[in-house]
T-cell receptor, first 115, second 112 residues
Framework: ETGVTQSPTHLIKTRGQQVTLRCSSQ?????VSWYQQALGQGPQFIFQ???????GRGNFPPRFSGLQFPNYSSELNVNALELDDSALYLC??????????????FGPGTRLTVT | KQEVTQIPAALSVPEGENLVLNCSFT??????LQWFRQDPGKGLTSLLL?????REQTSGRLNASLDKSSGRSTLYIAASQPGDSATYLC???????????FGKGITLSVRP
């Protein structure tokens, strides 16, 4: 049991809509990373938050944005949804920096379908 | 740019067989490497993490090795079981304030 939870489990949205996905980090972890996993692919890094500040971003457009809260829960927001945004969205929590040695603990994911 | 490759994409073996899953990466400047298991439609479960200073890690029937200089890691599964059927992904971490870079995974099917 990793202790990382995500909600909702599944979500269906229409192209052009906006969506918010939520993640609750493992207790004590101050870093959260979000990944997008398309079918048959490995997870792709979206961005990382450390102590409520964005701390690295992958090759995703600005319509992908995030927030991290003082209790280390976080949100991923996606505006103007496109069909290609259909994927499994994973969050992972970890201790920041070398102290955490990069070991990340993943949640069960949110399956987003855009029609 | 770091690239992680896992070949083959799929593997089918009879129950009881010992098997090796391969992972290669292009940039040897990594801090650690992690092997994950993913069941269909589910999140990732961490199996083993190998620090760059280590050569291998073991957990039960699983053994992972790391050869940083050649950019390779292997995951050895002993006496495979149908319950081992899943996708196995490896990921490398370059260091602080960095991202995990994943391979596409190897989908393993263990036949009873």
């Amino acid at each position: 049991e990793t202790g990382v939870t995500q909600s909702p489990t599944h979500l269906i949205k229409t192209r052009g809509q906006q969506v918010t996905l939520r993640c609750s980090s493992q207790s004590g972890h101050n870093t959260v990373s979000w990944y997008q996993q398309a079918l048959g692919q490995g997870p792709q890094f979206i961005f990382q938050y450390y102590r409520e500040e964005e701390n690295g971003r992958g090759n995703f457009p600005p319509r992908f944005s995030g927030l991290q809260f003082p209790n280390y829960s976080s949100e991923l927001n996606v505006n103007a949804l496109e069909l290609d945004d259909s994927a499994l969205y994973l969050c992972a929590s970890s201790l920041g920096g070398i102290a955490g040695a990069g070991e990340q603990y993943f949640g069960p994911g949110t399956r987003l379908t855009v029609t | 740019k770091q690239e992680v490759t896992q070949i083959p994409a799929a593997l089918s073996v009879p129950e009881g067989e010992n098997l090796v899953l391969n992972c290669s990466f292009t940039d040897s400047a990594i801090y650690n490497l992690q092997w994950f298991r993913q069941d269909p439609g589910k999140g990732l479960t961490s199996l083993l993490l190998i620090q760059s200073s280590q050569r291998e890690q073991t957990s039960g029937r699983l053994n992972a090795s790391l050869d940083k200089s050649s950019g390779r890691s292997t995951l050895y599964i002993a006496a495979s079981q149908p319950g081992d059927s899943a996708t196995y992904l490896c990921a490398v971490w370059p260091g602080a304030n960095s991202k995990l870079t994943f391979g596409k995974g190897i989908t393993l099917s263990v036949r009873p």
